[in-house]
């Protein structure tokens, strides 16, 4: 059972309001009171400029959709110093941890305790690792933040603090730095020393940065581009992937009536209706016969979404039609009940025979 909730929930049980497996079941869908999700300064930086930050889709598989209807999700951790991006990322002098409001988010968001690198299940289990051995070590446990939308909006109001620990004579790093001070002011503090770091010490470089990059931070987007029409374009095919994935191949090529007009209705009911052009144009220059066979829709989509589009875990910036992009595809995966790509596939080939 978790502290930060269980006092809240004690006299219910006492009173009678609940039952120890209600109790259970409660606890088990929030939260902790405070929990930390740790990124990069580059990724921080994006965020800042936006105040949104955007969940990772849980459509590729199991180990990820534990939720089966809400297909997107933010990971965070219980502990600041803990796991790959705790202890270890203060060890390499690099890390950005922002500390978020668990309390806050459990009004608006339900969540699971995810051991994904340890020897617990999803239930708190100790199971078997791979070699027979047992941990007990729970540095990796998460608290799961689960979601039907592909993004948070107004992040600040759940932020508590934002604590950077970087090289203060990178002048790149130093110019996100300063982005995130401008955007989120006293909530942040930056760090040149390890120690300082860990303590959450008032010993920041903040006025330093602000003093030799905020002026340039303010006039330049401070933030690489890998090019806004390569990253459409490469939209427009996952679209055409995904629509292609929902009708007969001879019904695209020869009648191609209903398929124009499902993309037209579903692009202009996600507010993307100036791409249905682009997509249907693309969709007529598809290379059936090659590409069908050897490499149906629902692989290309998910090619797309996990090679040529993994800008959205990792890269510097925002797209809005990423996350739109997202969204159709989950919103489609829980009205057709999909728990993943292979149900995705079997539902393509439905129509193929």
Same mark, same amino acid.
């Given at each position: 059972?978790?502290? &930060?909730?269980?006092n809240?929930?004690?006299?219910?049980?006492?009173?009678?309001?609940?039952?120890?497996?209600?109790?259970?079941?409660?606890?088990?869908?929030?939260?902790?009171?405070?929990?930390?999700?740790?990124?990069?300064? %580059?990724?921080?930086?994006?965020?800042?400029?936006?105040?949104?930050?955007?969940?990772? %889709?849980?459509?590729?598989?199991?180990?990820?959709?534990?939720d089966?209807?809400?297909?997107?999700?933010?990971?965070?951790?219980?502990?600041?110093?803990?796991?790959?991006?705790g202890? =270890?990322?203060v060890?390499?002098?690099y890390?950005?941890?922002?500390?978020?409001?668990?309390?806050?988010?459990?009004?608006?968001?339900?969540?699971?305790?995810?051991?994904?690198?340890s020897?617990?299940?999803?239930?708190?289990?100790?199971?078997?690792?791979?070699?027979?051995?047992?941990?007990? &070590?729970?540095?990796?446990?998460?608290?799961?933040?689960?979601?039907?939308? &592909? =993004?948070?909006?107004?992040?600040?109001?759940?932020?508590?603090?934002?604590?950077?620990?970087?090289?203060?004579?990178?002048?790149?790093?130093?110019?996100?730095?300063?982005?995130?001070?401008?955007?989120?002011?006293?909530?942040?503090?930056?760090?040149?020393?390890?120690? /300082?770091?860990? =303590?959450?010490?008032?010993?920041?470089?903040?006025?330093?940065?602000?003093?030799?990059?905020?002026?340039?931070?303010?006039?330049?987007?401070?933030?690489?581009?890998?090019?806004?029409?390569?990253?459409?374009?490469?939209?427009?095919?996952?679209?055409?992937?995904?629509?292609c994935?929902?009708? %007969?191949?001879?019904?695209?090529?020869?009648? %191609?009536?209903?398929?124009?007009?499902?993309?037209?209705?579903v692009?202009?009911k996600?507010?993307?209706?100036?791409?249905?052009?682009?997509?249907?144009?693309?969709?007529?220059?598809?290379?059936?016969?090659?590409d069908m066979n050897?490499?149906?829709?629902?692989?290309?989509?998910?090619?797309?979404?996990?090679? /040529?589009?993994?800008?959205?875990g990792?890269?510097?910036?925002?797209?809005p039609?990423?996350?739109?992009?997202?969204?159709?595809?989950?919103?489609?995966?829980?009205?057709?009940?999909?728990?993943?790509?292979? /149900?995705?596939?079997?539902?393509?080939?439905?129509?193929?025979?």
């Amino acid at each position: 059972m978790r502290n &930060s909730s269980r006092n809240v929930y004690d006299w219910m049980v006492t009173l009678g309001c609940l039952n120890e497996g209600q109790l259970r079941r409660v606890l088990s869908e929030s939260m902790s009171s405070v929990v930390y999700h740790f990124s990069s300064l %580059p990724k921080m930086a994006n965020i800042a400029s936006r105040d949104c930050i955007s969940l990772s %889709p849980a459509l590729s598989g199991i180990s990820n959709n534990i939720d089966g209807k809400r297909l997107f999700y933010l990971s965070t951790a219980r502990s600041r110093l803990s796991g790959a991006y705790g202890e =270890r990322a203060v060890k390499k002098g690099y890390a950005v941890c922002i500390t978020l409001d668990g309390e806050k988010l459990n009004n608006r968001f339900k969540a699971r305790p995810v051991a994904y690198w340890s020897s617990r299940d999803r239930n708190g289990r100790m199971v078997q690792r791979e070699n027979g051995e047992y941990s007990n &070590s729970d540095d990796e446990l998460e608290d799961r933040l689960l979601s039907d939308k &592909s =993004r948070i909006e107004k992040l600040s109001e759940y932020v508590l603090r934002i604590d950077i620990l970087m090289d203060p004579e990178n002048e790149q790093d130093c110019l996100y730095a300063a982005k995130i001070i401008q955007a989120y002011g006293s909530l942040v503090a930056v760090y040149g020393d390890a120690k /300082d770091y860990v =303590r959450q010490s008032e010993n920041t470089i903040n006025d330093k940065i602000l003093d030799m990059h905020g002026q340039r931070a303010k006039n330049t987007s401070a933030l690489p581009d890998m090019g806004r029409k390569y990253v459409l374009n490469k939209i427009c095919k996952a679209l055409v992937a995904f629509f292609c994935s929902q009708f %007969p191949a001879v019904e695209i090529i020869k009648s %191609p009536e209903r398929y124009n007009r499902t993309v037209a209705e579903v692009l202009r009911k996600y507010g993307l209706e100036g791409l249905v052009g682009q997509v249907i144009k693309l969709t007529q220059t598809y290379n059936w016969c090659n590409d069908m066979n050897r490499f149906p829709p629902p692989n290309q989509l998910l090619r797309i979404l996990d090679y /040529d589009l993994n800008t959205r875990g990792s890269g510097n910036n925002h797209y809005p039609e990423l996350d739109t992009l997202y969204q159709i595809v989950s919103d489609f995966f829980v009205k057709n009940g999909l728990s993943g790509w292979n /149900d995705f596939l079997n539902y393509y080939k439905q129509f193929q025979k």
